[in-house]
Each structure stands twice: as structure tokens, then as C-alpha cells.
């Protein structure tokens, strides 16, 4: 499959947070529109229109889902909402399950009141907790670090190094990791942690970091704006025999505000230009 501009995107995904500005229905006649063959679908955007409308409007558009986002944020103050927790992130499992893929994207959470450690710690009890209804459902946890600037408040789980010694504490193929070119960057080990994590990459994500980065959540860049190499990620990851979607997932207010077919078609471009 080849875009416009003659590139090959037979492995590109929507991740629906590039278009948080349209509704599912939306993101999935963009996709369609614009040849995208993969979308990569986020939990409130299924709330919205319901799980099994959302199964059906995929499946009727041809499309193949990547992942679902998300799943995680564990630690919490009290044993009751930490046990709430374990709970939403099985339901996940069933609507990653239900709209036809078998990855769900874990994002395990900040401190919540605890200490790092024992956030941690609350992390590896919530994963150990879920994985017999992952195997049962046929979905990987894929854990994704996220750049150290959100260990308290998003993700104490804050280097691939991290998340790679989670992944392999369980001894499990139900668990792996997710790459994000955002928060792994600027990380010295990231060629050896992607090597490390060969045999469970279950996803990888690209988009860019602005300079100036005016807000760390908010922020990110489409791929040719700011100073990452997505091109060198993306082989290092495709040396280590992955293969499966790429993600196109971007945080960014101003992106927010075009229209989504005009979104597309950039991120389509700058999929072509910057990172095959």
C-alpha cells in the first residue's frame, strides 16, 4: 500500500489522539479516506459511542486496530481504589479484546499519594493481578515509559530500561513493552534497550520533540518538527525484527485545532519523509 507521495504505509496507524478532535466515527472515515489501513483506538472515544458500535464501525471500514490506549495507573492511596483499579484495567482487556487487537498500552501510573517506591511496587502487584485475564483474552500488556518528567504524576515506570526489567520480572508472553520515540529520545541506553527487548516489542510510536517544548504534555511535534531521528529509531526497532504498526501519536493543542483531514494528510507525508 502506498501513499500519495509513493511511500509504502502499509504499517502506518492513526493513533486517535492525533485528531483528538474528532469523534470515532470521524477518526475511522478519516482512516478510510485517507488510506490509512491501522487505527489505534483510546478508551473515552469507545465510551463515547459504545463497544460494540465501535467493533462494528471498524470492521465495516476494513481497518485493523494496533492497540488500545489505555490501561494502567495502579497506585493509588487505598487498598479499595487500588483494587477499582485491577478491575478497569480487566474491563480494558475485554474492549482491546472485543475491537479486535491484541495489545493493550500501559501507562501504569504516578505516585497517587505514595512514595515512588511503593508506587512501583503497586505497579508490578496491578500487572501480576491482570494477567491471567489477559491470557484469557488473547491481549498483550504492552508497557510504555514515559519521559522521566511525568514519574510523579503519570508513570513512575520512566525509562525503556524500566520497563524492560518489568516486562521481564514476569516471565510471561502476555507482557512486553511500547516504544515511544517521545520519552525514550534522549535516553543514552535506548539502542541497547531496544535490542534488550527483541523478542516482546509489542508497539512503537513516533512524532517529534519541539524546541523550545513549551509544555512537556501537551507539546509534542509532528515527525520533521523538532530534533528527534525517527528514521534511525525505526530501524533500530525493525533491526530487532519488529514489525507490526507504527503509530502516529501526538499531544499538541495547535494540531488539535486543524482539520482533521488536513492532519492526516501531513502526518501521512511526514510518515513518508521522516521516518520510512
Not at 509513493?6 to 488510506?35: E, F, P, Y
Not at 500487572?127 to 518528567?149: M, N, S, T
Not at 515511544?180 to 535506548?190: Q, R, S, T
Request: with cysteine.
Amino acid at each position: 500500500m502506498t501513499g500519495a507521495t509513493g511511500g509504502d504505509i502499509s504499517r502506518l496507524s492513526l493513533n486517535q489522539k492525533t485528531v483528538d478532535q474528532w469523534d470515532m466515527r470521524q477518526a475511522v472515515d478519516g482512516c478510510a479516506r485517507h488510506g490509512i489501513p491501522w487505527i489505534a483506538l483510546w478508551r473515552d472515544k469507545i465510551e463515547a459511542i459504545g463497544l460494540e458500535a465501535t467493533a462494528r464501525l471498524v470492521r465495516d471500514a476494513g481497518l485493523k486496530v494496533s492497540s488500545v490506549c489505555r490501561g494502567g495507573f495502579f497506585p493509588a492511596p487505598t487498598e479499595r481504589e487500588r483494587a477499582l483499579a485491577i478491575e478497569d484495567n480487566k474491563r480494558a482487556i475485554h474492549e482491546a479484546a472485543t475491537v479486535g487487537t491484541d495489545v493493550l498500552v500501559m501507562v501504569n501510573g504516578g505516585m497517587n499519594g505514595n512514595t515512588i517506591q511503593e508506587a512501583r511496587a503497586m505497579v508490578r502487584d496491578g500487572i501480576e493481578a491482570i494477567l491471567p485475564c489477559a491470557e484469557e483474552h488473547g491481549v498483550k500488556i504492552g508497557i510504555e515509559p514515559l519521559h522521566p518528567a511525568f514519574a510523579a504524576d503519570r508513570a513512575v515506570t520512566a525509562s525503556l530500561e524500566e520497563a524492560n526489567d518489568l516486562a521481564e520480572s514476569y516471565g510471561s508472553p502476555w507482557v512486553g513493552v511500547v516504544i515511544d520515540i517521545y520519552h525514550v529520545w534522549w535516553d543514552a541506553h535506548v539502542h541497547r534497550e531496544i535490542k534488550r527487548a527483541k523478542a516482546y516489542t509489542l508497539g512503537f510510536h513516533v512524532n517529534d520533540w519541539l524546541v523550545p517544548n513549551t509544555n512537556v504534555l501537551v507539546g509534542r511535534g509532528m515527525m520533521g518538527d523538532g530534533v528527534v531521528n525517527n528514521r534511525e529509531l525505526r530501524e533500530w526497532v525493525d533491526a530487532e525484527g519488529y514489525d507490526g504498526p507504527i503509530e502516529v501519536e501526538i499531544f499538541n493543542e495547535e494540531i488539535w485545532s486543524r482539520d482533521g483531514d488536513d492532519v492526516l494528510a501531513l502526518m501521512k507525508e511526514r510518515y513518508v519523509s521522516y521516518v520510512l
